[in-house]
């Protein structure tokens, strides 16, 4: 079985271009993460998807990010305008219906910003 | 202070001896508790959970949960080079809260 699929797996971009990134979770899965990974911050929780409706927006940094989930296959994670600080890797992570265990997380995305 | 804390390492130990990793976490509500590898420039991966104070073992890992003290570790036994990663502590309260991480280097 396929496991996340994130696309693209590098983009460089530069400040104020609008980045959009991708995730197809896990088919059956139906809660999805978005996760910024940075050597200052760690591992941050952006926002997370229930039933394709989001639940906790809360990690999201400004209005500048934003996130959509469509359908149970697809998300998007879009930053308009960016900025040399949001270059990080940002992780998709899904769990399947009533599991509480594992966060299958997909390759990352790596983002540089200019 | 942060919400979940870890030692800062890096840890290095020789291979074969006993890896010891240390995570705290403020939230008293916190139900669930997970140990995921990072191997540079990969995405973590979940190597251990535990739910209920005691130990839990899975192989050469044992996942050590003391609600009271608010404390989880993870020990590694017989450490291999293989083991050199970043393990990252997570705890759930709703939503999951990582560590910062702690990277370990396993010595030939």
């Known amino acids: 079985d396929a496991g996340v699929i994130q696309s693209p797996r590098h983009e460089v971009t530069e400040m104020g271009q609008e980045v959009t990134l991708r995730c197809k979770p896990i088919?059956?899965?139906?809660?999805l993460f978005w996760y910024r990974q940075t050597m200052m911050r760690g591992l941050e929780l952006l926002i997370y998807?229930?039933?394709?409706?989001?639940?906790?927006d809360s990690g999201m940094p400004e209005d500048r990010f934003s996130a959509k989930m469509p359908n149970a296959s697809f998300s998007t994670l879009k930053i308009q305008p960016s900025e040399p600080r949001d270059s990080a890797v940002y992780f998709c992570?899904?769990?399947?219906?009533?599991?509480?265990?594992?966060?299958?997380f997909g390759p990352g995305t790596r983002l540089t910003v200019l | 202070q942060k919400e979940v804390e870890q030692n800062s390492g890096p840890l290095s130990v020789p291979e074969g001896a006993i890896a010891s990793l240390n995570c705290t976490y403020s939230?008293?509500?916190?139900?669930?508790f997970f140990w995921y590898r990072q191997y540079s420039g990969k995405s973590p991966e979940l190597i251990m959970s535990?739910?209920?104070?005691g130990d839990k073992e899975d192989g050469r890992f044992t996942a050590q949960l003391n609600k009271a003290s608010q404390y989880v570790s993870l020990l590694i036994r017989d450490s291999q080079p293989s083991d050199s990663a970043t393990y990252l502590c997570?705890?759930?309260?709703?939503?999951?809260?990582f560590g910062d991480g702690t990277t370990l280097t396993v010595k030939p």
């Open positions: 992570a899904s769990i399947p219906p009533g599991i509480v265990d594992e966060q299958f």
């Open positions: 088919s059956g899965h139906n809660s």
């Open positions: 998807f229930n039933n394709n409706v989001p639940i906790d």
């Open positions: 939230d008293r509500g916190s139900q669930s």
């Open positions: 535990i739910y209920s104070n």
């Open positions: 997570a705890v759930r309260a709703g939503k999951s809260t």
